[in-house]
């Protein structure tokens, strides 16, 4: 069974718009912490944001917000005011705690557009 | 403070050659992790490595592919006889203790192809 899900395989946004990216997660574990990573098109890996399943607020970074619904097992990427840098493909990441490895979803492509 | 290297960034192999991949992790971690990302899909782990040990190898396949961390030097992955669907981006992450929800740095990965 698919643990991370990302429906949008693809998404056009206008240049300073905001842009929600949408994940949804499967998990039995009670403690997991979920996560956002950026893969500009040069390839690296870059951290945006993360969320225990026990926090209390919605992870903020800057521009970045998790919007973590625990019910629904959701964990929505919230990216303000968008950049053109911010054209690239974002996955979203989950681990279990007590697991030693990181399970990512497809990923959705964004595009961002002057 | 450096952060993950890996080398080669790109590496180009023939079919049935062997690949090696290094991994020198930031400093003070001694934990690496191996993750495969083929076209198009998010990244899949392969194994996890401590100093001279393999704790977790279930994301490996069970031929040809390799890893190891010793004392000294970088860990390696090792493809043996490549084939065509081993052509892929190989990333690998360090943290410095095992179980820290976040702190798995990744490196900027080696992207394989084979000919």
């Known amino acids: 069974a698919q643990k991370i899900t990302q429906t949008q395989p693809g998404m056009f946004v206008q240049e300073k718009e905001a842009v929600t990216l949408d994940c949804t997660y499967d998990t039995s574990d009670p403690s997991y912490g979920l996560f956002w990573y950026k893969q500009p098109s040069s390839g690296e890996m870059i951290f945006l944001i993360y969320?225990?399943?026990?926090?209390?607020q919605n992870a903020t970074e800057g521009r970045y917000s998790l919007n973590f619904q625990k019910a629904r097992k959701s964990a929505n990427l919230v990216i303000s005011a968008s950049q053109l840098g911010d054209s690239a493909m974002y996955f979203c990441a989950m681990r279990e705690i007590g697991d030693d490895k990181i399970i990512f979803g497809k990923g959705t492509r964004l595009h961002i557009l002057p | 403070n450096a952060g993950v290297m890996q080398n080669p960034r790109h590496l180009v192999r023939r079919r049935g050659q062997e690949a090696r991949l290094r991994c020198s992790p930031m400093k003070g971690h001694s934990h690496v992790y191996w993750y495969r990302q083929l076209p198009e899909e998010g990244l899949k782990f392969m194994v996890y490595l401590q100093k001279e040990n393999i704790i977790d190898e279930s994301g490996m396949p069970k031929e040809r592919f390799s890893a190891e961390f010793p004392k000294e030097g970088p860990s390696i992955l090792r493809i043996q006889q490549v084939v065509r669907g081993d052509s892929a981006a190989y990333f690998c992450?360090?943290?410095?203790?095992?179980?820290?929800?976040?702190?798995?740095?990744f490196g900027p990965g080696t992207r394989l192809t084979v000919t």
């Open positions: 992450a360090s943290s410095p203790i095992r179980y820290r929800e976040y702190e798995q740095y």
């Open positions: 969320q225990g399943s026990y926090d209390q």
